[in-house]
């Protein structure tokens, strides 16, 4: 009864006094709004079913040495499935792009933690991966090949070097970015080396790896798919220039959509690991 009295005093001077009314409706303004939800998914829906029957529409009334459409696509898609030449392609696609993420991260995120950590690193490593960056890919890829030759090894190597950079880059990021407060206060109370690595440097670099990570992934299947078109053996790129070579646009739209599916896929998994080893950061977005 008290309770609903002091509930009642505090509605009627909100009434009475604007300015906790106006105080009130600020607070009202400030409640998080609720999540979209079904909507979204409605509207992208709604989105991808208006641009495929564009495509239909468009692609039918187009010749088809220049433009395919969905149906003529899944069509095409259906007989490489049967045939079972677009999953050994996509089984070949995928592992060159596991194995060579991998790679990638592990060499990435240890040479970002040691460039960020340690001045000498830095100074010794930036002129030469400033280089590399900035040298074009397709331009060393020559090279490669007559280096490894033109089975997986080679691939592999151009898939490596081309996802490395992104999460070299963003880990050495994230170590400069922790705060030098807190490295003075471990070392004020004696913290070792390897504590201030796993204790503070660490979980403080972990959102910035991971959006190297993310970024990595991306360049993977970049750099499998020039891969591909150099060596044209195996794989989703090879799939592209030979139904390109024949001029059979419906199946080579195929392997270019299970490639954005593939990548799709992928960047999912990552973001399922970002929200894994960094609930905090997907709780601020």
Do not use: C
């Amino acid at each position: 009864m008290q309770q609903h009295d002091a509930e009642h005093d505090v509605s009627a001077d909100a009434a009475g006094d604007p300015a906790i009314g106006a105080g009130a409706a600020a607070i009202e303004d400030l409640a998080p709004s609720p999540r979209p939800g079904s909507h979204a998914r409605m509207i992208r829906l709604a989105s991808m079913a208006t641009v495929a029957g564009a495509w239909e529409f468009v692609g039918r009334r187009t010749s088809p040495l220049f433009l395919s459409y969905p149906t003529a696509v899944v069509k095409a898609g259906a007989a490489m499935i049967a045939s079972g030449e677009l999953l050994a392609a996509l089984a070949s696609s995928l592992q060159t792009v596991v194995v060579g993420f991998f790679a990638a991260a592990a060499i990435g995120i240890v040479l970002g933690l040691l460039i960020g950590r340690y001045r000498a690193v830095d100074a010794a490593t930036d002129w030469l991966i400033n280089a590399l960056y900035a040298t074009p890919l397709v331009a060393v890829i020559p090279l490669v090949i007559l280096w490894l030759g033109l089975g997986d090894l080679a691939k592999l190597f151009v898939v490596t070097i081309l996802a490395v950079f992104p999460v070299l880059i963003n880990t050495a990021a994230g170590v400069r970015n922790v705060p030098r407060t807190l490295i003075d206060v471990s070392t004020a109370f004696a913290a070792s080396e390897r504590q201030v690595f796993l204790k503070i440097i660490l979980p403080a670099a972990v959102p910035y790896m991971m959006t190297g990570l993310r970024l990595g992934i991306g360049r993977a299947i970049i750099g499998m798919v020039v891969a591909e078109f150099f060596t044209a053996i195996t794989g989703l790129g090879a799939l592209i220039v030979k139904y390109g070579n024949r001029y059979d646009t419906a199946a080579m739209f195929v392997p270019i959509l299970a490639l954005m599916l593939l990548g799709i896929l992928l960047t999912s998994l990552v973001r399922r690991a970002e929200e894994h080893f960094a609930p905090w950061r997907m709780a601020d977005e």
